[in-house]
């Protein structure tokens, strides 16, 4: 089971940016790789870094790929986080970022982001309708600890 999951989670990390830079291509005002359907699910600057947020289901991105969603796997989301300093525009991408995410029915998920591709990203599962509260803090090589929280609104 374990093992279903790090791999479908190593295989998202890895193809996953490359197809949305893909289908994104020549598009001005993308961000390769971190877009699904151009949408980001919330961005902030928050003392000089700009944090990109966005949401997409795993379902769709394996199908992108040309693979099915393994039955056994819980997580039904994935959520990446693009750090820039808003300054230069130079990509963070070290550092370190966790997740919590409170959903509708006041359950909590707290996850490690990884660092992948370009952003940071984690696997969770969003299986209600509803309001759910993203809560993200991240260290970037400045040493600085710095949170962002959103609603992100599942349909």
Request: glycine share 8%.
């Amino acid at each position: 089971m374990k093992k279903i999951v790090l791999t479908t989670a190593a295989v998202l990390a890895l193809a996953v940016p490359n197809i949305f830079a893909a289908q994104h291509s020549g598009h001005s005002g993308h961000t390769s790789g971190m877009t699904h359907s151009g949408a980001a699910a919330h961005e902030e600057v928050t003392d000089g870094v700009k944090a990109t947020f966005t949401v997409q289901t795993m379902k769709d991105a394996l199908a992108a790929m040309g693979m099915q969603m393994p039955a056994n796997v819980k997580d039904t989301h994935h959520i990446s986080l693009k750090l820039v300093n808003a300054k230069s525009g130079k990509e963070i991408t070290s550092g370190e970022a966790r997740l919590k995410v409170i959903a509708p029915d006041k359950s909590e998920q707290v996850k490690d982001m990884l660092a992948m591709h370009g952003h940071f990203g984690a696997d969770v599962a969003m299986t209600a309708k509803g309001k759910y509260g993203v809560l993200s803090k991240f260290k970037t090589p400045d040493g600085k600890v710095r949170s962002v929280q959103f609603w992100y609104q599942l349909k």
